[in-house]
């Protein structure tokens, strides 16, 4: 069983930050990649950061040079620091990780008022 636990998430005004941590825990035999997506109201989830065991970082369109992932391995956690955020980044964000198959996590909130 693995268990991903968000948090960080909130209500920020444009232009602020925020920073999302995921830790993973449990039987976790090997990890070839982390990332973070985002689901807004009345949409489908859709991956805007993307971190690999190796290879490069993958980033959505909509957050390049706003977002940055970065991974602990001892820890097997993983973060998204969101600068510059504006209220179309507003949304649940979810943590994933990939392994044998994908997990994810229970998503938190964030919320960006104009």
């Known amino acids: 069983q693995v268990r991903l636990v968000e948090s960080g998430g909130g209500l920020v005004q444009a232009g602020g930050s925020l920073r999302l941590s995921c830790a993973a825990s449990?039987?976790?035999?090997?990890?070839?990649?982390m990332g973070w997506a985002r689901q807004a109201p009345g949409k489908q989830r859709v991956l805007v950061a993307r971190?690999?065991?190796?290879?490069?970082?993958y980033y959505a369109d909509s957050v390049k040079g706003r977002f940055t992932i970065s991974r602990d391995n001892a820890e097997n956690t993983v973060y998204l620091q969101m600068n510059n955020l504006k209220p179309e980044d507003t949304g649940v964000y979810y943590c994933?990780?990939?392994?044998?198959?994908?997990?994810w996590g229970q998503g938190t909130q964030v919320t960006v008022s104009s």
């Open positions: 994933l990780l990939v392994s044998d198959r994908n997990y």
């Open positions: 449990g039987s976790i035999f090997s990890i070839n990649a």
């Open positions: 971190i690999p065991s190796g290879g490069s970082t």
